[in-house]
């Protein structure tokens, strides 16, 4: 059923598709349009540089008109990201507008990694580390890096298959159907996302069915 949501949701997810920010990336989960996976890549020369960091993003049907519910599945030390993997984000909450998109969602995501606010703490031990002792903070932000930004225990299963099948698709290349479910928990598959879909696309031609078929890995 094609619902108002529905339909501005399609129209987030072609912008994304053809105009996308850069260091981020985003698509519907599996046939369900209303819940996203989305990967942020942490900014260059901050912290968080060289991080790939996974959330999901929950609309509901009053979407535009109401924000989704947006949760880190990657563990974070920030101030304003709470242990569930909620985040503490004015537009997400009180300053929520129906202009703002998908990709507004995840860029000001993004912008918060660098720019915190420690005076709406929903970490109260990075927020006082942030406004106290900066460099230990950072020390902190870079481990969490380091550590291949692992993931929440509730979501070790989060299914990785439906989100790379669209990042193909959005390549402009043949129809690659993606089974890797049991990868779910590698930060690196998801920085390697973009480049291995090139890769197939590319140089392993000789291993393509033929037009029209699948190309299923497992």
Same mark, same amino acid.
């Given at each position: ?5 529905? #339909? ?5 997810? #072609?912008?994304?598709? !053809?105009? *996308? ?24 020369? /901050? @912290? ?17 008109? #109401?924000? @989704?519910?947006?949760?880190?599945? =990657? ?18 909450? +009180? ?10 969602? %995840?860029?000001?995501? !993004?912008?918060?990694? $660098?720019?915190? +606010?420690?005076?709406? *703490? ?17 020390? #902190?932000? /870079?481990? &969490?890096?380091?550590?291949? &930004?692992?993931? %929440?225990?509730?979501?070790? &299963? ?12 959005? %390549?402009?290349?043949? /129809? ?8 779910? $928990? ?7 996302? *973009? ?6 696309? &590319?140089? =392993? $031609? ?8 699948? %190309?299923?890995?497992?």
């Amino acid at each position: 059923m094609s619902t108002p949501a529905r #339909k501005r949701l399609m129209r987030d997810f #072609k912008r994304l598709q !053809q105009d *996308p920010p850069a260091g981020i990336s985003g698509a519907p989960y599996d046939n369900n349009i209303m819940l996203w996976n989305a990967v942020i890549f942490g900014p260059d020369d /901050t @912290p968080w540089d060289g991080g790939t960091f996974k959330l999901t993003l929950q609309f509901s049907e009053d979407y535009p008109n #109401k924000p @989704p519910t947006v949760r880190f599945v =990657s563990r974070m030390f920030h101030p304003n990201i709470y242990a569930d993997g909620s985040i503490c984000l004015d537009i997400l909450q +009180n300053q929520w507008s129906p202009i703002y998109d998908v990709a507004a969602i %995840l860029t000001s995501i !993004q912008s918060l990694l $660098c720019d915190p +606010n420690p005076n709406s *703490p929903a970490n109260s031990e990075a927020a006082r580390m942030f406004s106290e002792n900066k460099r230990e903070y950072n020390r #902190k932000a /870079t481990g &969490s890096v380091k550590m291949g &930004s692992g993931e %929440l225990q509730d979501h070790q &299963s989060l299914d990785i298959g439906g989100f790379l099948e669209r990042l193909a698709l959005s %390549l402009g290349g043949k /129809t690659l159907s993606l089974s890797l479910r049991g990868l779910g $928990c590698s930060g690196v598959l998801a920085l390697a996302i *973009p480049w291995f879909l090139k890769f197939l696309i &590319s140089e =392993s $031609c000789n291993m393509m069915a033929p037009s029209g078929a699948w %190309l299923r890995i497992r």
